[in-house]
């Protein structure tokens, strides 16, 4: 799937010893054979997950306007994949309370990045990019903020698109972690052409543009 | 079956069957772990449940556990959940003599 893309900034051990890459073709062999090194690494799970979704969410452009740009859109999804082996690392500790002394409980930043992810895939005509946690995330009560890269599906409206996707990641943050979350920032970088949202094709919408 | 291997596979099964619990990761590094099975099955023909790490450093007990939870469930609860089934396993065998614990419970996945 990816052979010819360049993934840049993973080393071997970046995911327990594994790259995108070979997730990759893990996923296109249907996971067959089973590699128990694989299976076993919470982060090659995340990875696998979120390239499950992005595989279902990307059909759409695969099938319209990477015909048209492929060189673009090839990119645009490597970068998606990079990011997601990046978020999949496990990070840094963010603590969760107990009262008592004995205890020493953590979330992992790959576990919270994931669960950004996810819950950004759930909002539909959108690609989530890149999710970053911002501030002290070992630090209980510091204020953190979520950066979010996203693009949208051509005829999704921005502000409403970037509206959804805030609600449905602090839903999660909020339910799963006690970050104190003091913003959400969600930045559109494209808009992708996509014959699958409704049935207007490409050329439908452009002659509409020029006729409007 | 040594004793650590038996601790290690009753906190395993502890954690388990703890509600919200989807796996139970090793807690050491998967490159290490995974060469480390391997050694087992080449030289013993058996592979060790090494999931709970329970390791005693300078007198205190030390448990580590890394597990993955599923998106149903809040997951800082259920780390607390975790926390208490493993300490309420292990108090009664702590309190004579007693002896120091310490739990570390790690969620490396959400969902």
């Not at chain 2, 796996?23 to 998967?30: I, T």
Request: with cysteine.
């Amino acid at each position: 799937m990816t052979d010819d893309i360049e993934l840049e900034g993973f080393e071997p051990a970046d995911l327990d010893g594994h790259t995108i890459d070979e997730l990759s073709d893990y996923l296109a062999a249907g996971r067959q054979p089973v590699d128990p090194s694989i299976e076993s690494s919470p982060g090659c799970q995340i990875a696998l997950a979120a390239m499950l979704r992005l595989r279902t969410l990307s059909l759409a452009l695969l099938e319209s306007d990477v015909a048209e740009q492929p060189a673009t859109d090839e990119s645009f999804i490597a970068g998606i994949l990079n990011s997601i082996g990046f978020e999949a690392q496990a990070g840094r500790s963010i603590p969760v309370q107990h009262p008592s002394a004995q205890a020493s409980l953590t979330l992992t930043e790959g576990a919270v990045r994931g669960l950004i992810r996810a819950a950004g895939d759930t909002v539909s005509g959108v690609l989530i990019g890149r999710c970053t946690l911002q501030g002290e995330v070992g630090v209980p009560g510091e204020p953190i903020s979520v950066l979010v890269d996203a693009s949208v599906f051509w005829g999704e409206s921005i502000p409403l698109a970037a509206a959804r996707i805030r609600e449905a990641i602090y839903a999660e943050l909020l339910k799963h972690t006690e970050l104190n979350i003091v913003t959400i920032d969600v930045t559109v970088h494209d808009v992708h052409l996509s014959r699958s949202l409704g049935e207007t094709s490409v050329e439908e919408i452009e002659g509409e543009a020029r006729d409007g | 079956m040594d004793d650590r291997t038996a601790v290690t596979l009753a906190l395993t099964e502890t954690v388990r069957n703890v509600p919200g619990v989807t796996e139970v990761y090793s807690s050491a590094p998967v490159v290490v772990a995974t060469v480390s099975k391997v050694t087992q099955l080449v030289t013993r023909g058996v592979v060790a449940p090494d999931l709970v790490a329970v390791s005693e450093v300078d007198g205190e007990l030390v448990v580590a556990v890394t597990i993955g939870v599923s998106e149903g469930v809040p997951a800082t609860q259920v780390c607390r959940d975790v926390y208490d089934a493993i300490a309420e396993q292990f108090a009664p065998a702590l309190t004579d003599p007693p002896q120091p614990l310490s739990i570390a419970v790690k969620v490396a996945r959400i969902g």
